[in-house]
């Protein structure tokens, strides 16, 4: 990397900047096909997003009202990006932009920053730990409609996922074990970990998200030292009447509740930023189910967002895509 100049995209979801913005971010998200995919959804896509966006708008709009009356995703990646390009420009030259799928800054405006800043190679690194056609696969497909810069010899690397990566398990650990130092018995928590669920009819065509979630988690409680302690795996956010992954986490914490549980720690393990998934649905609307539930101590491990380990995993991760050898950066003064 040393003596060239470095690219790295980072991708995420993107949230609404104001609760007027929740209705259109919504129908993006719902106009996306990788989302909405039945026979003859190219005519009834955008009047479904429509119709969708504008029920689910306002559903979800006390909950963003609830966090601040807006979603917080862009200043947590802005600074994982700031932070990201900081630990990589020890390397040489580096710029980090950011590419949101379905809400500002979007994937044409990180494409205009890597024009301008003309490296000679991009890292597109879409921050989704585990796999899905949903999430890094819709990102990428998008990048590939409207880059046009395949042609100028640059050379542009993927990170498809980093859900066994073992710098990200251990900042992981790192979270999950400040979060249990606070707990009032450690020993007796009961650890759940939550993913965003999707339709199973996706998981059903071949898509490696379940497979990947599960992964992480065991890899999570091998290297804490968990695999024979108290934990549950469920999955959150489920939209409309079909079939998605489950158990969802009310049906979890109802159970934990039945069989006596009294302390839970959340460990949100698909989202390495906090957003509404994790700052409304987890911490206020499901403390709230927990509390019905008899679970009185319910505590929640916080976003990785711009962590050391955290921004130490992601630069490990670019610079093997990069190509990046120790002994080049040990000449950087």
Not at 76 to 91: K, N, P, S, V
Request: proline share 6%; net charge neutral.
């Amino acid at each position: 990397m040393t003596g060239s100049r470095l690219g790295v995209v980072l991708f995420q979801l993107g949230g609404p900047d104001s609760l007027d913005a929740i209705e259109p971010f919504l129908y993006n998200l719902f106009s996306d096909p990788e989302i909405i995919d039945f026979p003859l959804a190219r005519l009834a896509r955008q009047p479904l997003a429509r119709l969708i966006a504008s029920r689910r708008g306002r559903h979800v709009a006390h909950h963003y009202a609830e966090i601040g009356g807006r979603s917080p995703i862009l200043e947590h990646t802005t600074r994982q990006a700031r932070a990201l390009e900081a630990e990589l420009q020890r390397d040489g030259e580096a710029r980090v932009a950011i590419a949101m799928r379905y809400w500002h800054p979007m994937t044409e405006a990180a494409i205009r920053e890597m024009e301008e800043f003309a490296p000679q190679q991009i890292v597109l690194l879409p921050l989704y730990p585990q796999y899905s056609k949903t999430t890094t696969g819709s990102s990428i497909k998008e990048w590939n409609r409207l880059y046009r810069g395949n042609g100028n010899g640059r050379r542009v690397e993927v990170i498809t996922d980093f859900h066994e990566d073992p710098a990200y398990i251990d900042a992981v650990v790192e979270a999950i074990n400040a979060e249990l130092a606070r707990c009032q018995d450690p020993e007796a928590v009961e650890m759940v970990f939550s993913a965003h669920s999707v339709p199973l009819d996706v998981i059903q065509r071949g898509d490696p998200y379940q497979r990947h979630i599960e992964k992480t988690v065991e890899l999570v409680c091998r290297r804490g030292g968990w695999q024979g302690g108290r934990r549950s795996l469920c999955y959150q956010s489920k939209v409309g009447p079909s079939r998605w992954l489950r158990p969802m986490m009310r049906e979890t914490l109802e159970a934990l509740g039945r069989q006596g549980a009294r302390e839970v720690l959340m460990v949100p393990i698909s989202f390495v930023s906090d957003h509404v998934e994790t700052l409304f649905e987890i911490n206020i609307e499901h403390r709230e189910i927990a509390a019905r539930a008899g679970i009185h101590r319910f505590r929640m491990v916080g976003g990785l967002n711009d962590s050391a380990p955290f921004i130490g995993a992601l630069a490990g991760l670019v610079r093997r895509a990069a190509g990046y050898r120790p002994s080049a950066a040990s000449a950087v003064t």
